[in-house]
């Protein structure tokens, strides 16, 4: 959120109640939409430098077991294609991921400030006032200070949430884990290793990312397990996991960080209240099978940051800010569908392997926002096309395989072997979480455009591209050059095949700074309807 906001010229505070940043593994897998979106926002070769790619998981029995029943992927390995050049997740402990875009957005002058605890705050149609509390040379001072808009993004417990008086409905689950960051001797790095399941209880321990040592991640439950004990003190959820897996060759050594896992799947009905909004765990909780959480919290900001940054620089009318709200619920309650169908597989006394299994949905590709109010369709000609699928329908069980049609609210796709002014490309390298993306594909009578852009292309608001599968010349290469826009020549025909564009069909795809189609358009009438719908004047 604060990296979005501060790329689009916004400036931004960020208060941390804790004296120290996060430790510890928590979520762990970075899914492919969210690798797009760190690429959009330029993290992503900082990202990959420190991950691991996802590693095949082998279980044994417990205890004693040391010949692998059998292995498997939670998630297949799956080939890049053109739409989508990352289509397998990658595994990076939370805490280095926030470590990584903390130096991201200390290069903008931003620190998290450490130590500072929101303890109150009050709305006026003009500003938030938050009266904080933070710890200036060893002494707890007060502030109190306005904001124009405040982003609750401090967790299950939110203390914005509750400022706001937020319901927070749903249930807390009686199943208990505890969770360990631990250095392990004794086995491979190079898979998870799962013991036991049933009603005896389960180990599960898997690899850092960290590329040397033998730090693993360490989870474990069971009916025997004093879970208030194994929280308080570590050496006693050291000797219950030796006993549980009964292998003396595996040993657990000093562990960096521990925690009390008890699964709560909730979320509030509203992400905005006036001038506060909420967002990831602040707004929504589940279970931590599937891998959704992080993730989902990323779609979160980025949903925001867009449209908060234009409605701060008095580009776009705070109207706006309602489709954050209008866009992600569907989504986060599908999250907690889909995670707490896979937790109730998981702590079933047959431990169905389902729990086990990462379905193609979780990689959140399909992710779409068909219905919302500021998403305009020229090729949705029935309802039937809007209706509310917030994960979408995924092509085969994996995630791979050719898209449906595109639709405006959908996911936009990579399109490779672009020439721009003869330097190879993609659509990838061209949107940005700055602007929005305009794609003219050349049936369409760009001259018609020419108002309209240069009204958004003026302020900065967006990039146009004419896409043509040759280079243009005579009329058509002075049409480009009128609109103020740049030649994308589709050598392969690849981003007409993606955004289902045929060579007789006069065409044109905005695609908004989150990476999400903002409209398909098949004149300049629908243009012209999502540009007043989204920008002021």
């Given at each position: 959120?604060?990296?979005?906001?501060?790329?689009?010229?916004?400036?931004?505070?960020?208060?941390?109640?804790?004296?120290?940043?996060?430790?510890?593994?928590?979520?762990?897998?970075?899914?492919?939409?969210?690798?797009?979106?760190?690429?959009?926002?330029?993290?992503?070769?900082?990202?990959?430098?420190?991950?691991?790619?996802?590693?095949?998981?082998?279980?044994?029995?417990?205890?004693?077991?040391?010949?692998?029943?059998?292995?498997?992927?939670?998630?297949?390995?799956?080939?890049?294609?053109?739409?989508?050049?990352?289509?397998?997740?990658?595994?990076?402990?939370?805490?280095?991921?926030?470590?990584?875009?903390?130096?991201?957005?200390?290069?903008?002058?931003?620190?998290?400030?450490?130590?500072?605890?929101?303890?109150?705050?009050?709305?006026?149609?003009e500003y938030v006032e938050a009266t904080l509390t933070k710890f200036v040379d060893g002494r707890e001072v007060t502030e109190t200070t306005q904001f124009k808009w405040l982003i609750g993004a401090d967790g299950g417990r939110s203390t914005v949430r509750k400022q706001l008086g937020l319901s927070f409905l749903g249930e807390s689950r009686k199943e208990r884990h505890i969770i360990a960051d631990v250095h392990v001797t004794g086995l491979d790095m190079h898979n998870l290793h799962l013991f036991g399941g049933g009603e005896s209880g389960t180990v599960l321990i898997w690899p850092n990312e960290r590329k040397d040592g033998d730090l693993m991640t360490v989870y474990a439950t069971g009916p025997d397990a004093d879970y208030d004990a194994?929280?308080?003190?570590?050496?006693?959820?050291?000797?219950?996991?030796?006993?549980?897996?009964?292998?003396?060759?595996?040993?657990?050594?000093?562990?960096?960080?521990?925690?009390?896992?008890?699964?709560?799947?909730?979320?509030?009905?509203?992400?905005?209240?006036?001038?506060?909004?909420?967002?990831?765990?602040?707004?929504?909780?589940?279970?931590?099978?599937?891998?959704q959480g992080m993730n989902t919290s990323v779609q979160d900001s980025f949903n925001l940051g867009w449209k908060l940054a234009l409605v701060e620089r008095h580009l776009a009318s705070p109207t706006l800010l309602a489709s954050y709200t209008e866009e992600r619920l569907p989504v986060v309650a599908e999250v907690l569908n889909i995670t707490t169908d896979l937790f109730n597989k998981y702590v079933s006394a047959t431990r169905e392997r389902g729990g086990w299994v990462r379905g193609g949905k979780l990689k959140q590709l399909y992710v779409n926002y068909r219905w919302s109010s500021i998403i305009v369709d020229g090729r949705a000609s029935a309802v039937a096309d809007l209706v509310k699928n917030p994960y979408g329908n995924v092509m085969d069980a994996n995630g791979g395989g050719e898209l449906e049609l595109l639709r405006a609210g959908d996911r936009a796709p990579d399109a490779p072997d672009l020439l721009l002014d003869n330097e190879r490309t993609s659509l990838f390298k061209i949107f940005s979480p700055s602007w929005h993306t305009v794609l003219m594909f050349s049936s369409f009578p760009v001259s018609k455009m020419q108002s309209s852009l240069d009204k958004y292309m003026n302020?900065?608001?967006?990039?146009?591209?004419?896409?043509?599968?040759?280079?243009?010349?005579?009329?058509?290469?002075?049409?480009?050059?009128?609109i103020h826009g740049k030649l994308l020549v589709d050598t392969k025909g690849y981003a007409h095949k993606h955004y289902g564009v045929g060579p007789d069909t006069p065409t044109v795809v905005i695609v908004r700074p989150d990476g999400v189609v903002g409209a398909i358009a098949l004149d300049d009438n629908d243009v012209v309807k999502y540009f007043s719908g989204v920008f002021a004047g």
């Open positions: 959120m604060a990296l979005s906001l501060l790329q689009n010229d916004v400036p931004v505070r960020i208060i941390e109640k804790d004296k120290a940043h996060h430790t510890g593994q928590r979520g762990a897998a970075i899914m492919p939409r969210t690798i797009e979106l760190y690429n959009f926002l330029g993290v992503l070769p900082d990202i990959y430098k420190h991950s691991s790619p996802s590693i095949p998981m082998q279980s044994f029995e417990m205890p004693g077991g040391k010949v692998p029943l059998k292995q498997w992927r939670m998630s297949p390995v799956l080939e890049p294609t053109p739409a989508n050049p990352w289509p397998n997740s990658t595994m990076l402990g939370q805490d280095t991921a926030e470590r990584l875009l903390r130096e991201h957005i200390r290069a903008f002058g931003c620190e998290v400030e450490l130590g500072s605890q929101l303890v109150s705050l009050v709305q006026t149609e194994m929280a308080k003190d570590y050496s006693v959820f050291k000797a219950y996991v030796e006993k549980k897996l009964g292998r003396p060759d595996i040993a657990l050594g000093d562990s960096t960080w521990l925690t009390d896992y008890h699964p709560n799947i909730r979320m509030v009905d509203t992400f905005q209240q006036g001038r506060v909004f909420l967002a990831g765990d602040a707004a929504h909780v589940h279970s931590l099978t599937g891998g302020r900065g608001l967006l990039r146009a591209y004419v896409v043509s599968r040759q280079a243009v010349q005579g009329d058509e290469g002075n049409q480009v050059q009128e």
